[in-house]
């Protein structure tokens, strides 16, 4: 089945610091990749979508000056959390979809689980 | 906001089967019914979707009402491994829509 990895899986560093993110579909070119936040004991929110070859699509309250999106192949996204910030601490998970039938489930990365200090 | 409506939690005996029901009343016509669940600390799996029919795969079936306005996922033998959030998800059809994430049912599977 469509797989897509995310790495790393667990980042820890310092306030300040800007930490990127990767996003890899593995067998199958997604032209649209996703990108969430889950904060503990809550659900996934929507921080912005990923267009290849273009500008990415944020959520409203996201700020993407903050949360740097690059979709620079068919195959890969970063997300690159610029100044990190305790605040920021959270499981990060990327989702992408093979294109094909106009009903093409979505497939999820395990995530990456970021702690600033 | 989320488009459905799932009950919090729910409890099931190992090795019989998990019905969880989800409420999407407003649902329309080009939208499917997706089904996600989420094991602690790991990204949502796909389980499996649907429009108007009921469909059955590997992992578990999906019955839609006639309506549209609501449906089940039955678990037809639970493990302990199906211990998970489960997402019932409605979006419309079409490359590079988004999946909305509501708060799901949080199901225990027990021994």
């Known amino acids: 089945g469509a797989v897509v990895s995310q790495h790393p899986s667990r980042v820890i560093c310092k306030s300040g610091t800007s930490v990127k993110i990767e996003c890899r579909s593995l067998?199958?070119?997604?032209?649209?990749m996703f990108w969430y936040r889950q904060f503990p004991k809550q659900s996934l929110m929507l921080m912005a979508t990923?267009?290849?070859?273009?500008?990415?699509?944020?959520e409203q309250g996201v700020e993407k000056d903050k949360f740097l999106i690059n979709h620079a192949s068919l195959t890969l996204s970063t997300l690159t959390v610029t100044s990190a910030h305790p605040e920021d601490s959270s499981f990060y998970i990327c989702?992408?979809?093979?294109?094909?039938?106009?009903?093409?489930?979505?497939?999820f990365g395990d995530g990456t689980r970021l702690s600033i200090l | 906001d989320a488009k459905t409506t799932q009950p919090p939690s729910m409890d099931c005996a190992e090795g019989r089967a998990a019905n969880l029901p989800c409420n999407h009343s407003t649902i329309s016509g080009n939208e499917y019914v997706y089904w996600y669940r989420q094991i602690h600390s790991q990204g949502p799996q796909y389980i499996i979707h649907?429009?108007?029919n009921n469909e059955t795969n590997e992992m578990a079936s999906l019955i839609i009402t006639e309506d549209r306005k609501s449906s089940t996922l039955i678990l037809p033998h639970a493990t302990l491994r199906d211990t998970a959030v489960y997402y019932c998800i409605v979006r419309v059809q079409g490359y590079g829509n988004k999946l909305v994430f509501g708060a799901g049912t949080i199901l225990r599977v027990k021994s």
């Open positions: 649907g429009l108007k």
């Open positions: 989702s992408a979809e093979g294109q094909g039938s106009l009903s093409q489930p979505q497939h």
């Open positions: 067998d199958f070119q997604a032209t649209t």
């Open positions: 990923s267009n290849e070859g273009s500008k990415a699509t944020y």
